[in-house]
């Protein structure tokens, strides 16, 4: 009897992880949605949100989320900072790219965090993006303290706010589904 239960069990389970790897694409009000959650943390969502401007859906915002059960006290200053990161490997001349904290707030037994890293042409950088399998992210430590960098945090290190610093997403059918979310957000 326990080998049949463990068996229907995992037949339950990889049914869920199979749903789980495909994207969502949703429409609320004016923000059409295409996301994804992360391998590393569930939870953690890699997301492009366009939105219907003069009758077109051109630019997309490319946003990702972390979860953090570190609980430090001041995680609120992050709020609208910029912070290193390592993106798949890339850096630029001063080793790292960054990415604004948008939005924060408690969620479970931590805080959510919320990163955009720009605004891009749809179909750009779709396409820059498409060459990947993976959107592989962790977030740096600040390995240039001295370099000015407007609304940056001085010294910053990831461990102080974060228990897991990296996630990764699969890019496996990112075109078709940007391409039902711009169809989507066009109506």
């Not at 605004?119 to 993976?134: A, G, R």
Request: with cysteine; glycine share 4%; charged share 25%.
């Amino acid at each position: 009897m326990f080998k049949f239960v463990l068996i229907i069990y995992l037949f339950l389970f990889s049914l869920v992880s199979a749903d789980e790897k495909q994207w969502v694409v949703e429409k609320d009000k004016n923000i059409t949605t295409v996301s994804m959650n992360g391998d590393v943390q569930h939870g953690d969502v890699l997301m492009f949100w366009l939105k219907k401007v003069d009758g077109k859906c051109d630019t997309v915002s490319h946003v990702f989320t972390f979860y953090s059960a570190k609980n430090n006290p001041n995680i609120e200053i992050l709020k609208d900072k910029i912070i290193p990161i390592n993106i798949k490997g890339e850096t630029y001349n001063d080793g790292n790219v960054y990415a604004q904290i948008s939005y924060l707030s408690e969620f479970l037994m931590g805080h959510r965090i919320y990163f955009s890293i720009g605004v891009y042409n749809i179909n750009e950088h779709i396409n820059y993006l498409s060459k990947h399998k993976s959107f592989d992210v962790t977030i740096s430590d600040d390995h240039y303290p001295n370099k000015e960098i407007d609304n940056s945090i001085k010294n910053f290190k990831a461990d102080d706010y974060f228990d897991i610093k990296n996630n990764s997403w699969s890019l496996n059918g990112l075109k078709e589904a940007i391409q039902k979310g711009r169809e989507l957000c066009l109506t």
